[in-house]
């Protein structure tokens, strides 16, 4: 089975389709002025919208890792989380300290979904 991939740039690809399994980027927030809360929400609005062009949601997420510049914002991090995740549909999640790509990204999100049948 082939591999679907969009919003292909030089160095990544948004997101990545095989076997029914949809593989998206790190999600990071374009607005970095914002603190945790705003970063995330914003972040996990990207999530929704690549996920809607690639056949799924945020119901069929298989995995989830988060990447958070400092685990003080951990906690404002899973505030928004708790609102955004789909009941009874919580993903496997990893969550972890990493010095991130971009100093100013306070969070960045990579997950893992099935597409709807």
């Known amino acids: 089975m082939a591999v679907i991939r969009h919003h292909v740039g030089k160095r990544l690809s948004e997101i990545a389709i095989h076997n029914g399994t949809v593989y998206l980027a790190g999600q990071i927030a374009?607005?970095?002025?914002?603190?945790?809360?705003?970063?995330?929400?914003e972040v996990l609005g990207h999530i929704d919208r690549l996920l809607g062009e690639a056949n799924s949601d945020k119901s069929?997420?298989?995995?989830?890792?988060?990447?958070?510049?400092?685990?003080?914002?951990?906690g404002g991090m899973n505030a928004v989380w708790d609102e955004?995740?789909?009941?009874?549909a919580t993903p496997p999640r990893a969550t972890v300290e990493a010095k991130l790509a971009n100093p100013e990204c306070l969070v960045e999100v990579v997950v893992v979904a099935a597409q709807k049948s």
Do not use: K
Request: aromatic share 10%; glycine share 6%.
């Open 84 to 88: 955004w995740v789909a009941p009874g």
């Open 30 to 41: 374009e607005d970095t002025t914002q603190d945790i809360t705003g970063q995330t929400r």
């Open 60 to 74: 069929l997420l298989l995995s989830v890792q988060i990447y958070l510049s400092d685990m003080e914002n951990f």
